[in-house]
């Protein structure tokens, strides 16, 4: 095996595969990479057994082969060498020669033969986003996926594809959130991606920040497969039924409020201060007329704050964890927001103003 | 006690004596931040009995008084309040009433009575300094202190005024680094400062950027206190005699070697991730006519790295724990450096090409 390649972009390359490396596992192959010279391209290759990476680039092949190379010790070596052409050539033991204008390394490879190549999935069904958007799905949604292995199906979001509509729901036991958008498919399929998926997904995004890149989404029973460019990620899916979300969200209100949404935002982050610090994790809002009170009273002190709103409906009291409502008014892009409630016990909608494609649904706290 | 300043210099200082403030202490007084209003200005105090910082601000006075507030609440507080005038006001019960805008927190203080208040020390001495000057000899030398316990001593830097110089020294054993500067002054003092405090009157100069400030210091017997414009810090000393370091300097070499700075670091680096992944932390180096050869030969894998030299006297096989080394070459700011050496087992002597100000000094390692 021998070929050469750029520094820069190799290394770019180990960034997005070393995301599905594992740091921790009891088979030692796993912690490496797998590197593929073949037809003047190198295939670079992560695999944690739940989620795989595969990303091609261009390379000056001159002897095709395979090698397995300790993932963390390689991405360290190609980023500290200069912009210049790599040359690496691999021999009959397995190790790898790396070298570069004065420096040469000589690691120790693994056979590429105990590697698990990530298992191919049937593109049948190919859903095409733009990826700007589908990052921005996961940022407004990601944040409500559950931390609690108890509940495994909920460590995940429902994707859901019906009616020319793709769809994207978190919920964690304590709000729901939900990202509608509208694709060109008759399709009608869903799925559950693990977290730590639409994480590594969300990262490998921000990092091409080619925004007008489409990305491809394929589902089978088991897998998800994502295609961006010359990235390939395959996920396991989580098993189980979701929560028919649908039948949680409520549709008649008793009080309609609207709000600015970084003067709300703020208020509450003062107002939870002690909240937090007290362990209370509890604020009061009361919506009357024109003015929204915001209070929490604590052994260490009591925060009052006023916010000016447009009221619709009744007047009410009610008690919120300060997190949930500040996670959702952070990825509101819009100035104002729309709040629906009914009882100071029944759920509470937030939407962005003027815009139907994001819903967010919290559950109140009982005020002591 | 009743009086109003604005948020962001209240923001501002709090952040400079929070430096001084104990997160984890048996006094629970000493978690708080003494506020002193008087003469139209407000007095902001840290003390954990080993540091204390003071900072005078403009501040419209009422009523004049003193209060402690915990300062971790005060500071989140303050900072996520809008940029306006702030108003406090403090009743009997020592509750703290803050009000901007829309927005009124109360909060429970405690008597000022109880709070230490900073020793006075007399300035019978003081030295000026451009704080630039001061910031940079603290970066030069601070790397090198002794993280080691069992000798007290070596947690500091000991400064030195005499003939009109002040220098600043770090040991830690294994390596030495030296700075020296030229004072207008006609004293003779020494004083060996914490570690910690060099670090915090490093954080508020870099805080300050206000580069052409002169940073004043006076020393005694048991303290050492720092006035840059509006702020005093005030330590204590460590007690005990520090290493006499010129014995340990030497004067005399067989090897003067001439290396671009940035060079030699970065070729340092990759032959470190061998070493430091493999835990040896030994790279070994050759230096033979006009090349310098760097490697690490482990279990692993090996490097190798050449780099062009301008050697005058012997040849020289020589091992350094490459951390070390780095260290230095991170804060040498000239293109170049001098390392002058004398045998495998003698100290080695890095400097700035064409700067005596500046001298490190490290002990080789055995190779195996």
């Known amino acids: 095996m021998n070929f050469s390649c750029n520094q820069t972009i190799l290394s770019d390359s180990i ?44 390379a000056n092949v001159k002897k095709e082969g395979s090698i397995v190379i300790s993932s963390k010790l390689f991405g360290e070596i190609i980023r500290k060498l200069p912009n210049e052409t790599i040359n690496f050539s691999v021999n009959e ?13 000589s690691i120790q490879g693994q056979s590429a033969l105990e590697f698990p190549e990530i298992e191919e999935i049937d593109n049948t069904e190919e859903y095409e986003i733009n990826s700007l958007i589908f990052k921005n799905m996961i940022r407004q ?19 859901e594809i019906k009616n020319d509509n793709l769809s994207m729901v978190s919920i964690d036991g304590y ?27 969300n990262k490998i995004l921000s990092q091409l920040n080619e925004n007008n890149e489409k990305i491809k989404i394929s589902i089978t029973d088991k897998h998800i497969m ?62 009357k007329n024109s003015n929204l009170n915001i209070s929490t009273n604590v052994e260490i002190g009591s925060v009052d704050e006023n916010v000016d709103i447009e009221l619709k409906g009744k007047e009410i ?12 008014l952070k990825i509101i892009d819009s100035e104002e927001v729309i709040m629906k409630l009914t009882t100071s016990v029944s759920p509470c909608i937030i939407k ?17």
């Open 141 to 159: 949604t990601i944040f409500a996926i559950s931390l609690d292995d108890s509940r495994p199906i909920l460590t995940g979001s429902l994707i």
């Open 175 to 201: 709000r729901l959130s939900l990202k509608n958008i509208s694709i060109d498919s008759d399709f009608v399929n869903k799925a559950v991606i693990p977290g730590k998926t639409l994480s590594e997904v």
């Open 93 to 105: 033991n397995n190790v790898i020669d790396i070298t570069c204008l004065n420096t040469k390394f």
């Open 15 to 58: 960034n997005i595969v070393q995301k599905a490396v594992s740091l921790k596992t009891t088979k030692p192959i796993l912690k490496g990479i797998l590197l593929k010279a073949y037809n003047n391209q190198l295939k670079l290759v992560g695999n944690n057994l739940s989620i795989g990476i595969e990303n091609t680039i261009e």
């Open 317 to 328: 009291e009610i008690g919120f964890n300060p997190k949930y409502l500040m996670d959702a």
């Open 352 to 368: 962005p103003v003027d815009d139907e494609s994001y819903t967010y649904l919290i559950l109140p706290v009982r005020l002591s």
């Open 226 to 287: 994502f295609n961006i460019e010359k990235i390939k990620i395959i996920s396991r899916l989580l098993d189980g039924e979701f929560i028919k979300y649908d039948q949680i969200i409520p549709n008649e209100f008793n009080s309609i409020v609207k709000i600015n949404t970084s003067e709300l935002l703020r208020s509450i982050e003062r107002a939870s201060l002690l909240a937090i610090e007290s362990k209370s994790n509890t604020i009061k809002m009361i919506f």
